[in-house]
């Protein structure tokens, strides 16, 4: 199985910055795809970044374009998302997740969440 942990949630004050974390453990040769998803109170699951494992081909939201950034960490098996000009109706809950390695992912399905077999229990991000 594996574990994933995030961490690095806050608060910040809008226009600043973040950056969340993600390590993953357990039978992380079986990772493939790794992402960051975000639950705002009283909304949907929403796609923000992702990172395919072989090519490292990086996909952001359009809504997030130009301000986030999605990174494999130093550390092996850890992900990164780097958050700027945050906005307050970005604050929600974020979570990364992780999909089987071998799985594919074209740009047009990288943020549909049920591609996604491992998850973290989310680190909370607030903007005001």
């Known amino acids: 199985d594996v574990q994933l942990v995030e961490s690095g949630g806050g608060s910040v004050q809008a226009g600043g910055s973040l950056r969340l974390s993600c390590a993953a453990s357990g039978s992380t040769a079986s990772i493939g795809c790794m992402g960051w998803f975000r639950r705002a109170p009283g909304k949907g699951r929403e796609g923000v970044a992702a990172?395919?494992?072989?090519?490292?081909?990086?996909d952001v939201a359009d809504s997030v374009k130009g301000r986030f950034a999605i990174s494999r960490g130093n550390a092996e098996n850890t992900v990164s998302l780097e958050m700027y000009s945050l906005k307050p109706e970005e604050s929600a809950m974020y979570y990364c997740a992780a999909a089987r390695a071998g799985v594919p992912f074209p740009v047009s399905s990288v943020f549909r969440a049920e591609k996604y077999a491992y998850w973290g229990q989310g680190t909370q991000v607030t903007v005001s």
């Open positions: 990172i395919t494992a072989t090519s490292g081909r990086t």
